[in-house]
């Protein structure tokens, strides 16, 4: 009968329109500020973060003085996705299963056989029960998870590089010194005391470190605010840095973009923790004031909580579940508990995708040009290092030799596997999708579909099998 085939036509739609992702579904679009709307000059930040931590801890702990001084090729050890195991001084990359795929002592990368020796047989980490699917901080381990932590890797396995040579180091005790240096560079009253070296540096040349909006992105986020959606900015930076931040890069007028502002939002717990907990704060010129017991308009407002947040997003709106879609480069801080904790859509900005991604492969037919020859990307392009690293390897597959040594199996990243698993879709960035029509029609991450199905606008080439030949995403 003619209505059977009228029901496959509606259940086939459907599920073509679950397959797919649009910001004019959406209700609300949240941002994260620091390496997702506010994209940073990596090389010149990374040295001043790496300087902030060493002067630090040779200075007020008396580390070696050794640790200041870094040599270029020092920072193709930074690598997203890393794990520093506090106990034995080593930094690992996994595999989706928690195999230990490549791992380094201090910065000296380990061979096959000493990943054997010391993970044994089936080289498991034995803690990648208590971080897969939670991410749960421990004082065992440290995730490094964003751009603002990376050169901390460096450091702490120059650390255990500079332990070792002094003495034979069995257990590894300096990681609350380098808690206590970024307290020291990065805590609430730093920036308005000009404290450390981070702070003082980017107030007096912030061009040097930061990137401007280009007037696309302007656009595009007028164009979102215009067409209703109501816009969020959630970062964990205080109200002060974020508004030098948001100056230089969207401009003096940037807070009518935003209907609501929230600063030092101690994020992942913003997404994760009840309001008792972590309740609104009003700000006084930069300073939190008492708690609020709810949420009663838009503003500008410190810490915070989700619950608190998503009841004043339904006032606005006007609908019992708006649809939110959130923007982040964290998975631990950003995607993972939003997507887990809130069902939003999450948007993650990974610049690893701009370099490993395949030029002859696109996500849509309709856009076929590399974005370079399109003139998209306003200004220089910044050397990408350290988002690549020859030490580390691809960001998204590692290969692993067979346990009887029989041939080497390609796998797929831990990291690779929460982009699946956590994700809506995958940019390299916001200007990659400035230009498009709020409309557009994004693929997105789905159980049982191919895993480079969700990053726009090419997936990266590892993830493609036979990559070598053209594909596109239909």
């Known amino acids: 009968p003619g209505w059977e085939g009228a029901v496959v036509a509606v259940a086939t739609i459907a599920m073509a329109r679950a397959e797919d992702f649009s910001l004019a579904d959406c209700d609300v679009i949240g941002f994260d500020l620091d390496h997702t709307l506010c994209r940073y000059n990596v090389t010149a930040t990374f040295a001043l973060i790496y300087d902030s931590f060493a002067q630090y801890l040779v200075e007020q702990k008396g580390y070696d003085r050794e640790l200041m001084t870094v040599t270029p090729d020092s920072w193709d050890f930074c690598f997203k996705g890393l794990l520093l195991d506090m106990e034995d001084g080593n930094l690992l990359k996994l595999s989706e299963d928690g195999t230990v795929v490549r791992a380094s002592h201090g910065t000296r990368i380990l061979t096959a056989e000493e990943i054997l020796e010391t993970y044994g047989k089936k080289r498991k980490w034995k803690h990648f029960k208590t971080i897969n699917g939670v ?7 440290h ?16 650390i255990v590089d500079l332990l070792d040579q002094n003495r034979n180091v069995k257990k590894y005790e300096f990681w609350k010194d380098v808690i206590a240096s970024i307290e020291y560079n990065y805590k609430a009253s730093a920036f308005k005391e000009d404290s450390g070296i981070y702070f003082p540096s980017v107030k007096k040349d912030p061009g040097k470190y930061l990137l401007r909006c280009s007037e696309s992105v302007k656009d595009w986020l007028r164009r979102l605010k215009n067409a209703g959606k109501v816009l969020l900015l959630i970062t964990s930076s205080h109200s002060d840095y974020c508004r030098l931040l948001c100056e230089h890069i969207l401009g003096e007028d940037f807070e009518e973009i935003f209907d609501i502002i929230i600063t030092n939002a101690l994020k992942p717990g913003f997404f994760t923790q009840i309001p008792q907990q972590r309740p609104f704060r009003t700000l006084v010129n930069d300073e939190e004031r008492e708690p609020l017991p709810s949420l009663e308009q838009p503003g500008w407002y410190s810490q915070g909580n989700w619950s608190h947040l998503n009841e004043l997003l339904k006032k606005i709106t006007g609908k019992a579940e708006p649809k939110v879609v959130y923007f982040g480069d964290s998975m631990r801080s950003d995607i993972f508990p939003a997507h887990s904790y809130n069902n939003c859509e999450t948007v993650l900005v990974l610049e690893e995708l701009e370099v490993e991604a395949s030029q002859q492969v696109t996500m849509d037919t309709q856009d076929s040009e590399p974005l370079e020859k399109k003139g998209k990307y306003e200004g220089p392009r910044h050397k990408m290092w350290p988002v ?6 691809s960001y998204f597959v590692d290969a692993v030799m067979g346990l ?15 982009i699946n698993t956590y994700s809506t879709i995958a940019i390299p960035s916001l200007q990659a999708i400035a230009d498009l029509p709020l409309d557009h029609k994004f693929p997105r991450f789905c159980p049982g579909k191919p895993r480079f199905t969700g990053y726009y606008p090419r997936p990266p080439v590892p993830l493609i099998p036979g990559f070598s030949e053209p594909i596109t995403q239909e």
């Open 388 to 393: 690549v690293s020859a030490r580390w390897g």
């Open 135 to 141: 991410f749960a901080r421990s004082g065992k381990y």
């Open 404 to 418: 009887e040594g029989e041939g080497e199996t390609q796998v797929h990243t831990w990291c690779s596997n929460n």
């Open 143 to 158: 995730f490094y998870d964003n751009y603002f932590d990376l050169p901390g890797a460096l450091l702490c396995a120059r």
